[in-house]
């Protein structure tokens, strides 16, 4: 087991690995992931990815932390969620609009949040998934 200190990555960095840990799991529950940061002039979504026939828009919010939050903190300090905010939301809701007419997609999709921390002294992971957070 390789252990690795993250304690002094970027905060790009730490968003990066918290991307590919979110991708990672996604496949894991079953998801394909169809597309990665896609930009438009609208905003970015981090992930799509497709499960059952449903796209699913995916916004990942990583945080470094010292150990991973318990349940009654998550709510707190810890939480990356508190950067899912109503008018990121709405980015990512137009963006995705933008994807399905672009790709032509006629089949259910969805706006979904992945939660991950990242503990800095070894680099592992904790995700909480929030399905339709729109």
């Known amino acids: 087991m390789k252990v690795t200190d993250i304690s002094s990555f970027s ?3 730490i968003g990066d690995l918290g991307e590919e840990t979110a991708a990672t799991y996604l496949r894991k529950q079953g998801f394909s992931i ?3 940061n896609v ?3 609208t905003g970015e979504v981090d992930i799509i990815a497709r499960k059952t026939g ?5 916004e990942v919010k990583s945080r470094l932390c010292r150990e991973f939050p318990q349940d009654e903190d998550r709510d707190t300090a810890f ?3 508190a950067n899912l905010h109503n008018a990121k939301i709405g ?11 672009e790709k ?8 979904d949040g992945l939660l991950v921390w990242l503990r800095a002294r070894d680099g592992a992971a904790f995700v909480s998934y929030l399905p339709q957070i729109l």
């Open 79 to 81: 939480d990356p969620s």
């Open 11 to 13: 905060t790009k960095a």
């Open 104 to 111: 032509n997609w006629e089949g259910d999709w969805q706006i």
């Open 91 to 101: 980015k990512i809701a137009r963006t995705s609009e933008w994807y399905v007419a």
């Open 39 to 41: 930009v438009r002039k």
């Open 34 to 36: 169809v597309d990665r």
């Open 54 to 58: 449903t796209l699913h828009f995916v």
